[in-house]
Antibody, heavy 119, light 107 residues
Framework: EVQLVESGGGLVQPGGSLRVSCAASGFTFRSYTMNWVRQAPGKGLEWVSYIGSTGTIKYYADSVKGRFSISRDNAKNSLYLQMNSLRDEDTAVYYC????????????WGQGALVTVSS | DIQMTQSPSSLSASVGDRVTITCRASQSISSWLAWYQQKPGKAPKLLIFRSSTLESGVPSRFSGSGSGTEFTLTISSLQPDDFATYYCQQYDGYSRTFGQGTKVDIK
């Protein structure tokens, strides 16, 4: 069974940093591209970042470019999102998603990690 | 960046109704569009990908169509389990933009 479990969410002050992680199981993690998607409270979904299967190719939404960094450790079956210079508007549930093999849509989602940016 | 515009933003419908949600892209995305369903407090669930391909296990009352810039999600006969928010997402190019969502509630 495919499982994606996020961790590392919490409360952080504006300007601070936080790293959220996603532990993957039930599939060959190193073969899949992955995304981070977020959802602010009461709002819609926003794609944040994409990483290729080897970690070489990375894309970011304009709203986080230069502040967030996506990475992965295929030996540990883990995906990461390092968030720096956090702003109030980064408050959201952060979902880790798997991209379908050979395609581009998100076929599995984690349960999400809540990140709250507030003083 | 490609922008996605969903309509309507919300609708009220009854069990058994036929429901149609539209998603428009700011430029052509061929058939690179997916639809997701989200219930309160839960992660989104994939319904349809490549505009019209039904994900395994999704009821056949859901269908998708369209190409280029205009796409449609149709629920042929709304069931109690279908009251939720629906999102389209494009995946043409390096970005993966979502529509703003359509909330379907009970009339």
């Amino acid at each position: 069974e495919v499982q994606l479990v996020e961790s590392g969410g919490g409360l952080v002050q504006p300007g601070g940093s936080l790293r959220v992680s996603c532990a993957a199981s039930g599939f060959t993690f190193r073969s899949y591209t992955m995304n981070w998607v977020r959802q602010a409270p009461g709002k819609g979904l926003e794609w944040v970042s994409y990483i290729g299967s080897t970690g070489t190719i990375k894309y970011y939404a304009d709203s986080v470019k230069g502040r967030f960094s996506i990475s992965r450790d295929n030996a540990k079956n883990s995906l990461y999102l390092q968030m720096n210079s956090l702003r109030d508007e980064d408050t959201a549930v952060y979902y880790c998603t798997r991209v379908a093999y050979g395609d581009y849509h998100n076929d599995y989602w984690g349960q999400g990690a809540l990140v709250t940016v507030s003083s | 960046d490609i922008q996605m515009t969903q309509s309507p933003s919300s609708l009220s419908a009854s069990v058994g109704d036929r429901v149609t949600i539209t998603c428009r892209a700011s430029q052509s995305i061929s058939s690179w569009l997916a639809w997701y369903q989200q219930k309160p407090g839960k992660a989104p669930k994939l319904l349809i990908f490549r505009s019209s391909t039904l994900e395994s296990g999704v009821p056949s009352r859901f269908s998708g169509s369209g190409s280029g810039t205009e796409f449609t999600l149709t629920i042929s006969s709304l069931q109690p389990d279908d009251f939720a928010t629906y999102y389209c997402q494009q995946y043409d190019g390096y970005s993966r933009t979502f529509g703003q969502g359509t909330k379907v509630d009970i009339k």
